[in-house]
């Protein structure tokens, strides 16, 4: 993500508690979140804006449930590039990173390149992605997949102290 962002600023106690009611539930009104932190809602307001302008709260999303939407295989995926030289790093990064079916990418240390979270359809749509994205990749050494049988927990909150 390549914003324009804020300098940093330095989160006080009542940017953490408005953090950790918007990662349970973005929607939640400001006036109830004022409630709750004990500010008012116009505060509640533009103390978000300034961590969305800081880059704290990078984007607001739905979090679907994948049998809902008919997406029934989640593969976590360890890369192995033939290189760690930075063009190659660059190049499948922009990759995996436009890829949609890849959910996270992770780069990673530890003798694997990338960890990638791919959710799909079925099967065959899981061939059709591992061979667009690895097999006819010359830059992936080698690749392996754990296919996920229940997603136990799921989720992208962050503890905020």
Known sequence: MTQAKVPARKLDSFDRA????????????????AEA?????AAVQRRIAAMEAAGVIEKNIAVLDTGAVAMGITAIVE??????????????KTL???APEVQQCYYVTGGTSFVLI?????MV???ATTRRLFAQNEAVASFRTLVALDRVKTGAEIIVP
């Open 37 to 41: 932190v004990n500010l008012s809602a």
């Open 96 to 98: 995996f990173r436009d």
């Open 79 to 92: 890369v192995h590039l033939g290189n760690e030289r930075l063009q190659t790093v660059d190049t499948a």
């Open 18 to 33: 408005i953090l950790r009611i918007i990662q349970r539930d973005n929607k939640t009104p400001q006036r109830s979140i």
């Open 118 to 122: 791919i959710v799909v359809p079925d």
């Open 125 to 127: 749509s899981y061939e």
